[in-house]
């Protein structure tokens, strides 16, 4: 392994430190490597040794290419310096693909506490945003990052359609930074249809760091620890990739959970966001005689509303003929008409 320190901005003592591991030759099943890049927390007062090296560690030994941004804090956190030191470390990540043997579309951004506000900011507001982000008992909603970072803005409320797939633990305790943030940012991107995995652990000190005795003290009185390490890998491999025969697997899973989105209506739409056309809703009014006749859109509950076509069609089973039959159709209607 090969360690390069590097210096963003000298004025105000921002690093990135890359721990690299090399790809070929003796790992020959590996061209290439994912990467993942570190923002400790802190309360951006200051970058925690205890959410660098100690995080980066299990990341190195799944054979990602690991780097760690120590970036502006205390007198020098004025955003949006912090979210530019961001950037910068980005941007040169990315723009050295080749020399660190690295796929540039798969990089995932880890922060914690205010390191996981700064995260979160980077995936939904940054020019190079990462491909996925892992968010630690984050700092979200305004009220709670005006107590560490007044100029700093609301995460959460700048959610849009292109943030990307997003991991969140937190403890149900936390009297430092209230799971409420975890739970606005969930909600919002549950909003936007946004793939997320999140886990509200029962009992955790703040700062748990990877959950490890070694580095998060505060554990005595409860028996068992965050385990988010092991299951963040599992996730990346569902949205990054996995390591395959030279190349990379192809991810699972893709940022937004219906297709909605998608440049054509098609049966993964949910059905709320089908009948709001109608010439879509006039398609499917035969298939659902009786039960849609005399339907209007704003009747339809919510969960059904929220339900993709698919699967309401999957319980009244049609058959994979009438299915294909019905896709066809969707896609024959133009959409932003």
Known sequence: ??????????????????????????????????????????????????????????????????????????????????????????????????????????????GFSAGGHLAASAAVMSKNRPNAAIL?????????????????????????????????FASRNDSTVPVKNTIKMMEALTKYDISFESHIYAYAPHGFTTGDTSVAAGFDCCSRVPRWVEDSLEWLKDVLGDFGNQEMTEPKCKARINGNRDPFYNPDCTMGYLLKDKEVKDLL??????????????????????????????????????????????KNIPKNR
């Open 136 to 168: 630690g008992y984050p700092v979200i909603d305004k009220e709670t990052v005006s107590t560490y970072l007044p100029s700093a803005p609301d995460a959460a409320e700048a959610v849009d359609d292109n943030t990307c797939p997003c991991f969140l």
């Open 1 to 110: 392994m090969k360690t390069e320190n590097m210096i963003l901005n000298e004025e105000r003592n921002v690093t990135l430190t890359a721990y690299l591991q090399p790809a070929g030759g003796e790992f020959r099943n590996i061209s290439r490597r994912p990467a993942v890049l570190i923002l400790p927390g802190g309360g951006y007062t200051m970058c925690s040794d205890r959410e660098t090296d100690p995080v980066a560690f299990p990341y190195l030994k799944a054979g990602y290419q690991t780097f760690i941004l120590r970036y502006s804090v205390g007198e020098h956190a004025t955003w949006p310096n912090p979210l530019e030191d961001y950037e910068k470390a980005m941007e040169l990540i990315r723009s050295n693909e080749e020399k660190w043997s690295l796929y540039p579309d798969k990089i995932a951004v880890i």
């Open 285 to 330: 009014l035969p298939y659902f005689q009786p039960m849609m006749e005399h339907m209007h859109v704003e009747e339809i509950p919510d969960m059904v509303n929220t339900m993709l076509l698919k699967d309401i069609l999957g319980f009244m089973n049609f058959t994979t003929d009438k299915l294909q039959e019905i896709s066809d159709k969707l």
